[in-house]
Every structure is written in structure tokens, then in C-alpha cells.
């Protein structure tokens, strides 16, 4: 996991937390031993978007009515965009996929790389803190804010 932790400029604390965020349900599902996959992480990491995205949002356009706020955020954090940030630091290289996942092309799915940048920032504000959380969004998010 040495590689993405330089991918990402960030190095884990509790390593397990990158093994969570980088697995995909369908392996956890494959293997059946109760282990975990990335979508509580996903769900918390979610949320610590929002807010970064959010308040980033309102300090640059402190002119933009909410509705033009909402619209921006939108675009930021739809699953295209993910998509693109996900790309941008290779995640669909690490994630731990089932073999009926891996041979369907899920590796290269806009949905599993969406849902594991999502998990990864779950895992960082976990491992961190939100400064660290906020770190890593806002340089991965960087070309999109500008």
C-alpha cells in the first residue's frame, strides 16, 4: 500500500484504514469471513467532501446566491467528477476487487472509483483529523475549484 500512500502524499497511521478504504464490497462479499469493505468509509467520506467543498464554495464566490452555491457543489461532487479525481492519483490501480468484479472491467467503473476516492477521504479524516481530510480534498479537487 506503500505506493498509493505516495500517490496521495499522506501515510497512514492505522494502515488498516487504507485496506478498508480501498476494498471493494465485492471481495468482502467473495470471501464471506465478516471482513470489512469501504462503504461505511465511503458514507463518512462523503459527508467530509461536502463540507470541505462547501465551505471552500462560500469563501471564493462570497457573492454567489445559494442556488448557484448548490449548482457548483453539484458539479464538484457528482460522480463524474470523482471519476476524474480518483483518476488523477491512479485509485482504480489499488482497489481490491472480486474476481466477478475484476473481470467485468470494475477496476475502470466510474461508480467503484467514485465510491473509493469517497472511502479514501473517510479513512484520512479517520486516521487524521479533518485538516488532513481537508488536505487531500482540496489538492485532489484543485484544477476543479479553480
Same mark, same amino acid.
Given at each position: 500500500?506503500? /505506493?498509493?500512500?505516495?500517490?496521495?502524499?499522506? =501515510? $497512514?497511521? !492505522?494502515?488498516?484504514?487504507?485496506?478498508? #478504504?480501498?476494498?471493494?464490497? =465485492?471481495?468482502?462479499? *467473495?470471501?464471506?469471513?465478516?471482513? /470489512?469493505? !469501504?462503504?461505511? &468509509?465511503?458514507?463518512?467520506?462523503? #459527508? @467530509?467532501?461536502?463540507?470541505?467543498?462547501?465551505?471552500?464554495? $462560500?469563501?471564493?464566490?462570497?457573492? %454567489?446566491?445559494?442556488?448557484?452555491?448548490?449548482?457548483?457543489? =453539484?458539479?464538484?461532487? =457528482?460522480?463524474?467528477?470523482?471519476?476524474?479525481?480518483? &483518476?488523477?492519483?491512479?485509485?482504480?490501480? %489499488?482497489?481490491?476487487?472480486?474476481?466477478?468484479? *475484476?473481470?467485468?472491467?470494475?477496476?475502470?467503473?466510474?461508480?467503484?472509483? #467514485?465510491? +473509493? $476516492?469517497? +472511502?479514501?477521504?473517510? #479513512?484520512?479524516?479517520?486516521? /487524521?483529523?479533518?485538516? +488532513?481530510?481537508?488536505?487531500?480534498?482540496? !489538492? /485532489?479537487?484543485?484544477?476543479?475549484? @479553480?
Amino acid at each position: 500500500m506503500d /505506493s498509493i500512500e505516495n500517490r496521495i502524499n499522506y =501515510s $497512514f497511521e !492505522n494502515p488498516d484504514l487504507l485496506s478498508e #478504504a480501498l476494498t471493494h464490497p =465485492s471481495l468482502a462479499y *467473495e470471501n464471506q469471513d465478516g471482513g /470489512s469493505d !469501504n462503504q461505511r &468509509l465511503e458514507f463518512l467520506g462523503d #459527508a @467530509v467532501l461536502q463540507l470541505v467543498l462547501t465551505h471552500e464554495l $462560500f469563501i471564493i464566490f462570497p457573492d %454567489f446566491p445559494e442556488g448557484q452555491l448548490t449548482k457548483l457543489r =453539484s458539479r464538484l461532487v =457528482s460522480t463524474k467528477a470523482l471519476e476524474e479525481y480518483a &483518476l488523477g492519483i491512479d485509485l482504480g490501480t %489499488f482497489v481490491l476487487l472480486g474476481k466477478g468484479e *475484476e473481470r467485468t472491467g470494475g477496476r475502470e467503473r466510474r461508480g467503484v472509483l #467514485a465510491d +473509493a $476516492f469517497e +472511502a479514501l477521504i473517510g #479513512a484520512i479524516y479517520l486516521d /487524521s483529523g479533518f485538516e +488532513a481530510a481537508k488536505v487531500f480534498i482540496l !489538492n /485532489s479537487c484543485k484544477i476543479k475549484l @479553480v
